[in-house]
């Protein structure tokens, strides 16, 4: 019974996000370090949020979620042999020592709904060649000559049609920087999910991946291809760039490992850190998020979201 339970509980708890995904501290990397990092790169605040929400909003759309929770929630009940075969694959897998319970029976719960959720949301989240190929990292840091080289181009595909609506000048702006924000998501989770596959998630995994704290290097790579997207982009549209303070990586991994108990606690060390380094005064996440909603941030998203769909068809 106690094996049985982890799946249980993520099969049948209605709207617990957190059975699938654990507490929202990936909000970290794409909302709080891209805004500021859009700041430092030269993006007015308006822009910096246009970009960072649309980074955000790509977790929370219905059509590019991979979380899906009730999606998945339905895609378990209505097919009859789903949680019995959770419960069987999951056991085998724990019994065979492959993975504790938790992960065990996450990844079969991923694998028996995989095929309620949109396959944008899959292909934004886990970018890879196919729903069961590993993801790897769009940039990745080489060891012997500790440069950034290039790594998978699926992880950049986003990204880099938002760069090519920006060189030219495409007329629906906003539209473009929603295209950057979700390009720059696709790009972070090509990071951060490396390894993982579409087809089972990261559910139950731990450490949680999605954490900036799981893997010190992993954030602060993110963040460095993140910020360098960003000025680039900022080139792009701008003709120049901003630059960030020398020691911004020891300011951003500060933040990062400040890392309270709390979604709260997260939200007001940031809204200090824009304080602090951007001289404005910052509502905080949630402030910030539904000051984008209300000023209609969705529809261009939603306009960006057409192009997605289409160059990922
Ligand atoms: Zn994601």
């Keep these: 019974m106690r094996l049985v339970l982890p799946a249980a509980l993520a099969l049948a708890l ?5 059975a699938f995904r654990g507490p929202d501290t990936c909000m970290e990397i794409h909302f709080d370090a891209t805004y500021a990092l859009a700041r430092w790169a030269g993006w007015p605040a308006e822009e910096a949020l246009a970009i960072a929400s649309a980074d955000a909003w790509t977790d929370l759309h219905p059509d590019t979620t991979s979380v899906a929770t009730e999606r998945r929630l339905l895609a378990g009940l209505v097919i009859p042999v789903a949680i019995p075969w959770v419960l069987c694959a999951g056991t085998a897998d724990v019994v065979a020592g492959d993975a504790g319970p938790g992960r065990a029976y996450g990844r079969r719960v991923a694998e028996a709904t995989a095929w309620a959720v949109p396959a944008t949301g899959h292909r934004l989240h886990f970018p890879a060649v196919g729903l069961r190929s590993p993801v790897l990292p769009a940039f990745y840091l080489n060891p012997v000559s500790g440069e950034i080289e290039y790594g998978s181009a699926e992880g950049r595909r986003v990204l880099e ?4 609506d920006l060189q030219s000048h495409d007329e629906d702006l906003e539209a473009t920087l929603a295209l950057l924000g979700i390009g720059l998501h696709t ?6 999910h490396r390894g993982y596959t579409a087809a089972q998630g990261h559910i139950g995994a731990e450490p949680n991946p999605d954490s900036p704290c799981c893997d010190a290097g992993a954030a602060i790579l993110s963040a460095e291809v993140t910020l360098n997207s960003l ?8 003709g120049s760039s901003g630059r960030p303070p020398r020691r911004w990586r020891e300011m951003i991994r500060r933040v990062f490992h400040d890392h309270g108990p709390s979604v709260e606690d997260a939200e007001r060390r940031w809204a ?23 000023s ?7 306009r960006a979201l057409q192009k997605v769909e289409d160059l990922l068809r």
């Design 231 to 238: 000025r680039y982009a900022r080139r792009l549209v701008a």
């Design 272 to 294: 200090d850190f824009v304080r602090e380094q951007f001289q404005e005064d910052s509502p905080g996440r949630t402030g910030l998020l539904a000051r984008w909603r209300e």
């Design 14 to 18: 209605p709207g617990c996000a957190g």
């Design 161 to 164: 049609r938002a760069f090519l």
């Design 296 to 302: 209609g941030g969705e529809e261009p998203f939603g």
């Design 187 to 192: 790009l972070q989770d090509s990071i951060k």
